[in-house]
C-alpha cells in the first residue's frame, strides 16, 4: 500500500493513519502465520479453545 492510498483510506474511514498502518501490517502477519508450516498447530489450537 502506498502513502497516498493510506492517507484516502484513513479518510474515507475516519480513523488516523496509524491505525490503517497498524492493521495492514498486522494482516499481513497474521496471513504469514496462516501460511506457514505451523498451518496444522495453529488451525487445532484454534479449534479446541472453541470447544
Not at 493513519?17 to 495453529?42: P, R
Request: charged residues 20%; proline residues 2%.
Amino acid at each position: 500500500m502506498i502513502e497516498d492510498e493510506i492517507k484516502t483510506l484513513s479518510s474515507e474511514l475516519g480513523v488516523p493513519v496509524f491505525t490503517v498502518e497498524k492493521d495492514y501490517a498486522i494482516s499481513w502477519m497474521l496471513y504469514g502465520l496462516w501460511k506457514s508450516k505451523n498451518q496444522k498447530v495453529l488451525n487445532h489450537n484454534a479449534l479446541q479453545s472453541y470447544a
